[in-house]
């Protein structure tokens, strides 16, 4: 069971409350925690990249964890053109594709459905594109049921973009993104067109 402050910055984290979820951590809190929420913030909000650095700096180099945000970081500012730095792409392609069918399995089997929304999201490109529609979809579910508001909000923007122009349903995802893109300042989806 998680601490109460775990809980509650966990909780935050998911409604797209980046601040309000490091300042719920106490002095002690587990820092795979703070580095996770701060990347978060960073990644969504484009804003707090020194600090996302300095949580990622704290944990154990060699730690799983600290493996997956250094490539968030890399990601990221490859994705957003922030000053992206000359081992970025090295750094976030270092095994990603490869390894996401093992990791769709290993959170289908746990029922993750939270990584599995991750993972589905990454593999869908890569598909044929009734399978990647269904990937789509798949990863906006099931970050709706587990109240992801960041994620989900995310998640309609690219599925949106990936149905045809003529299409109602993207019609719908457009318009829904959008104030749920503002209410949580995701800079790069309210310039999407």
Request: aromatic share 8%; charged share 30%.
């Amino acid at each position: 069971m998680l601490p109460d402050d775990a809980y509650v910055a966990r909780r935050l984290q998911l409604l797209g409350e980046w601040d309000a979820a490091l300042a719920a951590l106490g002095p002690d809190a587990e820092p795979e925690l703070r580095a996770e929420i701060a990347v978060d913030c960073w990644f969504f909000r484009i804003e707090g990249h020194e600090e996302a650095e300095k949580a990622v700096a704290a944990l154990d180099p060699a730690s799983p964890t600290a493996h997956l945000l250094t490539a968030r970081l890399s990601y990221s500012r490859l994705l957003f053109q922030r000053d992206p730095r000359a081992d970025d792409r090295a750094v976030a392609e270092a095994g990603a594709l490869p390894r996401y069918e093992t990791a769709l399995e290993n959170a289908t089997k746990y029922g993750d459905g939270y990584f599995e929304s991750y993972i589905v999201r990454h593999l869908a490109p890569h598909k044929e594109p009734t399978e990647r529609i269904a990937m789509l979809r798949r990863s906006l579910h099931l970050r709706a049921a587990l109240g992801a508001r960041p994620q989900t909000v995310a998640a309609q923007a690219l599925f949106a973009d990936n149905l045809p122009e003529n299409d109602p349903e993207r019609a719908e995802l457009m318009r829904t993104f959008r104030p749920g893109a503002e209410e949580l300042h995701i800079g790069w989806l309210l310039y999407e067109d």
